[in-house]
């Protein structure tokens, strides 16, 4: 399993981000969550089979079709960081 924690940069509040990105990762399988950040960034941590996890890695760069990516940014998370969390949800 691999788990990464992501940083997205760019126009990505107010484009449906967090809703695209609750969608693809639940088609992929991974577990986690995605919110976003008071400095405009959005924020998530993911976590599965490392395809899975790479492909969203990829996915994250385009985005949904509002949103403008100018950065991703992620970084290994520790083995426990999903310790008790199901599936894939949005936080607020």
């Known amino acids: 399993m691999r788990i990464e924690t992501v940083v997205v940069t760019g126009r990505v509040q ?15 399988g991974l577990t986690g969550w995605v919110r976003n950040r008071a400095d ?23 985005g949904p079709q509002a949103a403008r990516v ?5 970084a290994p998370a520790e083995a426990d960081a999903l310790e008790g969390i199901h599936g894939f949800s949005v936080r607020r």
């Open 40 to 62: 405009g960034t959005v924020e998530a941590l993911i976590g599965g089979e490392e395809d899975a996890v790479a492909e969203m890695l990829r996915l994250f760069h385009e």
């Open 70 to 74: 100018s950065d991703v940014s992620h």
């Open 14 to 28: 107010g484009v449906w981000f967090r809703g695209w990105t609750e969608g693809e990762a639940r088609r992929l």
